[in-house]
């Protein structure tokens, strides 16, 4: 996916041809035409800002030349400067290639017209370098740019700015060839230089800044990035008059470095801010508003909104080929976004196409560089799923030999372009013996970045790698490879559930309270920077001024872990990485009649792993993401509408039961005993969708009666089930250390609504003043929460519980209570998920509202503020609606599940959707009774389920939509 915040050197024409407001004192344009027709053409021309009305100024400029060339008096060297300016509005006008040819001229003259000629033959051939650049002409944009670097240190001292612009023109070449580290010294070089000799506060610096920033992102220093381009966009607005283009670009380079770094919630509102303010100022036609169409595009596009993004994708490109023509390169570029949204929507055909038309541009242009060699390896892909490998091998070769030359050793491209080879080859039926050690070596670099210091951006990391994990599955799969399946397996679920779990496994690792304390507080100071980051993206969206004291006090905190940590004896951050289990440990783990069943969706197919005490199988899946995607969707509507949907017609029992088949095939089956206990790892769709209530045999009944629903096959009925939040925590169960029972609860808070109301927007409950209280007052009570929680209090007992109810149930209960000593905690009350306010982006639990809210109290626990507790305790037990509520896309909003894992929980019992409290309160209680007596929570969990069911005095309580919301989560 291709943001335009990377591109660099189109920065190198907006320094050289900056706004006239920026101009220093020079002598006249072209003074040998003294003709007052010309002159005056020559003067308006230069009054139109390029960037703010580029088609103005091609105009104008275009008029000023025609008029010089019948003037007979005029010295070539004028006619070039001319030559000069219409090219620079050629340029911003999107006409790269025509710019490329006018430059170039210019540069001939001054060339010929000798050394007292130098300064404005450097400049000439620094635009032709930079459009040569920008053209994916990389090798002879290099050397132009040593060229024009030669010339100007014979012109100008080291603390110069012309110097400064050559490091920071031959390092945007650099950039684009992956040479970051070299691209990055060359500008920070040029930084260094015009802080020096440029006074406090000049754009030039900031914009520096913003390019360094773009360095910085493909490098994957993803803070320092997001943090050098939010001071520039500071900086110049605080320099610069209201409006002013640099302020819109550097803020559409701190929004694309969020992208980048996999922020797209948090980029969104921001980048339609910048989209907003581009087309009142500039016209919905300029070249800045198809590149905000495109990076807001990339945003949807990682939030699973494909369908949405492909059309901004389509509309930049429009955009551009409108200003430059058919083969407009930058229009070829968002063509390849608009590919990948078609191939993610299954347009197979739409992708080629436009691949293939990309392909032709690039030729024609000339262009080459990492965008040919994405180009190249999509097309490789497709010819591979449609069956024709040889074709696949041919493009994915020419993507190779590309990459040795543009990319260094180790870039992440050229691992997935290792993995790339060899999965071709595996979906068209190549045979192997076991995964080539290559393969596993690119897979394994790909994965060691993923840091859980900073779990988010892991989570990020993660997920734009998924498709070389996924790849590397089919490779493994097609090797019948089960223990490089199984390593890939863990990798593919890299979710942010996952990755909760094994940061608080990473503190256990740290060995020393002290260490462990260490690591703890790297990580909450990366999410309180995070926190801090996305208040000020949230202002700064909704047009407010931010205070960046927040992010800055953060960054500090954050720094001061680090360095603590890095001073103790063997601390490093080597130590931080993601952790990978074995098939050997997850089965010395495992005890008797117990599975684990993992499995992934994949571009070939899909792969299930079953692994018992005795050994692993693995399969292909029965079942493709689409099939599973419409299966859970009837699934889940007819769940969510409970009892009473039941009257008007069935319980739809053939998804429930093509939903089973698709992951447990015959082959998997085979292994697992009844009323043996399975741990699920899913993915897709299946993460939003409970598996007890899957069917193991089609079921031809009308289920529209208790009766047929009580008989019904559930998987429920025949194994207790959990969902593990990853392996790695799985194996650790047995070594956790043994706690007393006690409770902790909270609920029955005191709410004033209607039984029925419905539903509260959580956006209502977090407006400031009496509005924001009284939709918190307004949610409906939950009686039977009462009597859930003093019956646990009761199965515990006094010296072993401590209960808060009504009144007492607050959010400031919940951050002043002792919970570390909690071995069982549980939260009886409403969940709620984000509403439409843009300034709010996390669910929370409610309770009961505070006379004054304030910022310690608003009656709104949120995931974030959830992260921050410290828990030890073995199970917290989230009997609220909403606790779940996972979608199975990236924009899962399962947070709360995530955050009680973070904040160290070890199992956690969470709702898919909305619940009744009097069956809440009689699964939670009866889980506990017989935890407590000594069964397995998936156990006690299962025998509590069933007791819902087959009990005719509960209304509805056979309709898997009453017994059903409930996962249990984690070791």
Not at 267 to 274: D, F, K
Not at 559 to 582: I, P
Request: charged share 25%; hydrophobic share 45%; glycine share 8%.
């Amino acid at each position: 996916m291709a943001c335009n915040h990377l591109r660099i050197w189109a920065l190198s024409l907006a320094l050289l041809a900056a706004p006239s407001s920026l101009a220093q004192d020079t002598p006249p344009l072209a003074p040998s035409i003294t003709e007052p027709d010309a002159r005056a053409l020559i003067e308006a021309a230069e009054a139109i800002d390029m960037e703010q009305d580029p088609a103005g100024a091609r105009a104008a400029w275009e008029a000023a030349y025609d008029t010089a060339l019948t003037l007979g008096d005029v010295d070539a060297t004028d006619r070039a400067a001319i030559i000069n300016q219409l090219g620079s509005a050629i340029f911003y006008a999107g006409g790269r290639e025509e710019a490329l040819g006018l430059f170039r001229e210019a540069a001939d003259i001054f060339a010929e017209a000798g050394p007292d000629h130098a300064e404005a033959l450097e400049q000439s051939l620094g635009n032709v370098a930079s459009i040569l650049a920008s053209l994916g002409r990389l090798a002879e944009a290099e050397q132009v740019q040593r060229e024009v670097m030669e010339i100007r240190r014979t012109l100008y001292p080291e603390m110069h700015v012309q110097i400064a612009r050559s490091y920071f023109e031959l390092g945007s070449v650099l950039n684009a060839r992956g040479e970051l580290d070299e691209a990055a010294s060359l500008v920070e070089r040029s930084l260094d230089i015009r802080r020096e000799v440029l006074e406090p506060g000049h754009p030039h610096i900031a914009m520096t800044q913003v390019s360094l920033a773009a360095i910085l992102t493909r490098a994957y220093r993803h803070a320092e990035a997001a943090e050098l381009s939010r001071d520039a966009a500071e900086q110049l607005e605080a320099n610069l008059p209201p409006g002013h283009p640099f302020i819109s670009f550097a803020r559409s380079s701190y929004a694309g470095a969020l992208n980048a770094w996999g922020r797209y919630e948090a980029a969104e509102p921001l980048l339609r801010r910048i989209l907003d303010e581009r087309r009142a100022s500039l016209g919905e036609a300029h070249p800045q508003v198809a590149d905000t169409l495109n990076n807001l595009g990339v945003a949807l596009y990682a939030q699973g909104r494909e369908a949405e993004a492909r059309p901004l994708f389509l509309a930049a490109r429009d955009i551009y080929r409108t200003a430059a023509g058919a083969t407009s390169v930058e229009a070829a570029r968002m063509q390849m976004n608009a590919a990948d949204a078609a191939m993610a929507t299954g347009d197979l055909g739409a992708a080629r196409a436009e691949w293939l038309d990309t392909l032709s541009v690039f030729e024609e242009t000339g262009t080459a560089g990492p965008d040919r060699i994405r180009v190249l390896a999509e097309l490789a892909a497709l010819e591979a799923l449609s069956g024709n490998a040889p074709a696949g091998r041919q493009r994915l070769g020419e993507a190779h030999a590309l990459a040795v030359s543009y990319l260094p050793e180790g870039h992440a491209r050229r691992h997935e372009l290792t993995i790339d080879d060899v999965w071709i080859g595996a979906i068209n039926g190549r045979a192997m013996r076991a995964v080539p050690h290559h393969v596993d070596d690119a897979v394994m670099a790909l994965a060691a970045e993923l840091d859980l210091v900073d779990v988010d951006a892991a989570r990020d990391m993660a997920r734009s790698r998924q498709r070389a994990f996924r790849r590397a599955l089919d490779i493994a799969m097609a090797a019948t490879d089960r223990e490089a399946a199984f390593r890939y397996m863990q990798l593919v679920q890299t979710t942010g559930l996952a990755l909760a779990a094994e940061a608080t496994a990473l503190r256990g690792r740290a060995g020393e309270d002290t260490a462990a304390s260490q690591v703890r507080q790297r990580q909450d100071g990366w999410r309180a920077l995070r926190r801090a980051e996305d208040h000020y993206i949230s202002l700064l969206a909704a047009s407010d001024t931010p205070d960046p004291s927040a992010i800055a006090d953060a960054r500090r905190a954050y720094e001061s872990a680090r360095e603590e940590l890095a001073a103790m004896a063997g601390a490093s951050d080597a130590r931080t990485g993601t952790a990978l289990v074995s098939l050997d440990a997850v089965r010395g783990a495992l005890q008797r009649q117990e599975n684990v069943i993992a499995f992934a969706f994949t571009e070939g197919g899909g792969v299930v792993l079953r692994i018992g005490p005795d050994g692993a199988e693995i399969d292909r899946l029965a079942i493709s993401r689409d099939e599973a995607q419409s299966a859970v969707t009837r699934l889940r509507a007819a769940l969510e509408a409970g009892p009473s949907a039941s009257l008007s017609r069935a319980f739809p029992a053939a998804p429930a039961h093509q939903l089973h088949e698709g992951v447990f095939t015959p082959r998997v089956r085979a292994g697992i005993e009844a009323g043996s206990r399975l741990f699920i790892l899913a993915d897709g769709p299946y993460r939003s969708i409970p598996f007890e209530v899957l069917l193991t045999t089609a079921y031809t009944a009308p289920m529209d009666s208790d009766e047929a629903l009580r008989g019904a096959p559930w998987l429920i009925r025949d194994h207790g089930l959990a969902t593990l939040a990853s392996l790695s925590s799985f194996i650790t169960r047995e070594h956790a250390p043994s706690r007393p029972p006690y409770l902790i609860g909270f609920g029955a808070p005191v709410f004033e609504g209607e039984p029925d109301a419905a539903p509260v927007a959580l956006a209502a409950l977090l407006r400031s003043g009496s509005d924001g209280l009284r939709a918190l007052s307004a949610l409906p009570p939950l009686p039977g929460t009462r009597a859930e929680l003093e019956e646990l209090a009761l199965l515990f007992g006094p010296e072993r519980s401590d209960v808060r109810l009504g009144m007492w149930a607050t959010e400031t209960a919940v951050k002043t209570a002792d919970l570390d000593r909690a071995s069982v905690l549980v939260f009886a009350t409403h969940g709620l998920l984000p509403g439409a306010l843009e300034t709010v982006s996390e669910p929370a639990l409610a309770f009961t509202p505070p006379a004054q809210p304030g910022p310690f109290d608003d009656g709104l626990l949120t995931a974030s503020e959830i992260a921050q507790l410290q828990l030890q305790a073995d199970w917290v037990v989230l009997s609220a609606c909403n606790t779940f509520a996972a979608d199975g896309i990236s924009r899962a909003p399962d947070r709360l599940a995530q955050a009680f894992l973070y904040a160290g929980a070890r199992s956690l019992l969470v709702s898919h959707w909305a619940v009744r409290d009097d069956v809440a309160a009689i699964i939670t209680a009866e889980t506990a009774r017989r935890a407590l007596a000594g069964e397995s929570r998936a156990e006690a969990f299962r025998n509590a389920v069933l007791g819902v069911m087959d009990d005719p005095a509960i209304p509805g309580g056979a309709h898997p939509g009453v017994w059903g919301p409930f996962a249990l989560i984690g070791q």
